[in-house]
C-alpha cells in the first residue's frame, strides 16, 4: 500500500472565495483520481490524471499532477455551498496498478 | 435503476448476530469490490473480485465473508462482529481493462454499528 498525504485535513471558507487541497505521496503513480463524497453518499469520480505535469479543468476546479507524478493539487475558484463535500485523491501504483486512498479533505463552504 | 446500489443504508447489529450487506451494480462492469470507510483514515480495500472470481482478499478477518453469485450482485456476510468493525461499508464496481486506468462507480454504503 502506498502512503497519500492529504492536507489539510479540514477546511471551512465562505461562498465565493477560493480554495487549494492537496495529496502527496514519497511513491510514483501512473495514474492519480480525485473522488467527491457528499455526506450519506459514496465517492463520485471527479478527474483522472495521468501525465506528470498535467493540468485539467472541470468547471471552477482546476487539478494539477506533479512532474514527478507523486503529488497533485485541487484548485477550486469562487467556491459554493455546493462543493461541500469530502475530496479523496487515489493513486494507481506503477507495478500492480493497485488504487491507494488518502484520508481525504473535508470542504465546508459557508453560504 | 442505474449504477450501484446498496442495502441496507444502515445496520445496528450485535457482536452475536449475523447479518448480509447487499450490492448490486447496473452498470455492465466486469469487476466489484468491498472497502471499508472509518473516519480520518483512508478507504481500505478489502475484497475485490473479476468475473466472479476472488482476485484480492487483503487479510480480511474471516468474520467477513464475501459472496459474489454473478458480475452484477456481491455480498458481505457479516457475523460474530467486534465494535471496530463499525464503519461504513461501500461497495464499487468497474470495468478492468488491461494497464489499469479504471474508474470505479460507488454505491451509497452501509452504515454499521456493531454493539
Known amino acids: 500500500t502506498q502512503l497519500l498525504e492529504q492536507s489539510p485535513q479540514f477546511l471551512s471558507i465562505q461562498e465565493g472565495e477560493n480554495l487549494t487541497v492537496y495529496c502527496n505521496s514519497s511513491s510514483v503513480f501512473s495514474s492519480l483520481q480525485w473522488y467527491r463524497q457528499e455526506p450519506g453518499e459514496g465517492p463520485v469520480l471527479l478527474v483522472t490524471?495521468?501525465?506528470?505535469?498535467e493540468v485539467k479543468k472541470l468547471k471552477r476546479l482546476t487539478f494539477q499532477f506533479g512532474d514527478a507524478r507523486k503529488d497533485s493539487s485541487l484548485h477550486i475558484t469562487a467556491a459554493q455551498p455546493g462543493d461541500t463535500g469530502l475530496y479523496l485523491c487515489?493513486?494507481?501504483?506503477?507495478?500492480?496498478?493497485?488504487?491507494?486512498f488518502g484520508a481525504g479533505t473535508t470542504v465546508t463552504v459557508r453560504a | 435503476e442505474t449504477g450501484v446500489t446498496q442495502t441496507p443504508r444502515h445496520l445496528v447489529m450485535g457482536m452475536t448476530n449475523k447479518k448480509s450487506l447487499k450490492c448490486e451494480q447496473h452498470l455492465g462492469h466486469n469487476a466489484m469490490y468491498w472497502y471499508k470507510q472509518s473516519a480520518k483514515k483512508p478507504l481500505e480495500l478489502m475484497f475485490v473480485y473479476s468475473l466472479e472470481e476472488r482476485v484480492e482478499n487483503n487479510s480480511v478477518p474471516s468474520r467477513f465473508s464475501p459472496e459474489c453469485p454473478n458480475s452484477s450482485h456481491l455480498f458481505l456476510h457479516l457475523h460474530t462482529l467486534q465494535p471496530e468493525d463499525s464503519a461504513l461499508y461501500l461497495c464499487?464496481?468497474?470495468?478492468?481493462?488491461?494497464?489499469?486506468?479504471?474508474?470505479?462507480?460507488f454505491g451509497s454504503g452501509t452504515q454499521l454499528s456493531v454493539l
Open positions: 464499487a464496481s468497474s470495468q478492468i481493462k488491461t494497464g489499469g486506468g479504471e474508474k470505479l462507480f
Open positions: 490524471v495521468v501525465t506528470g505535469g
Open positions: 487515489a493513486g494507481r501504483s506503477l507495478n500492480d496498478y493497485k488504487l491507494s
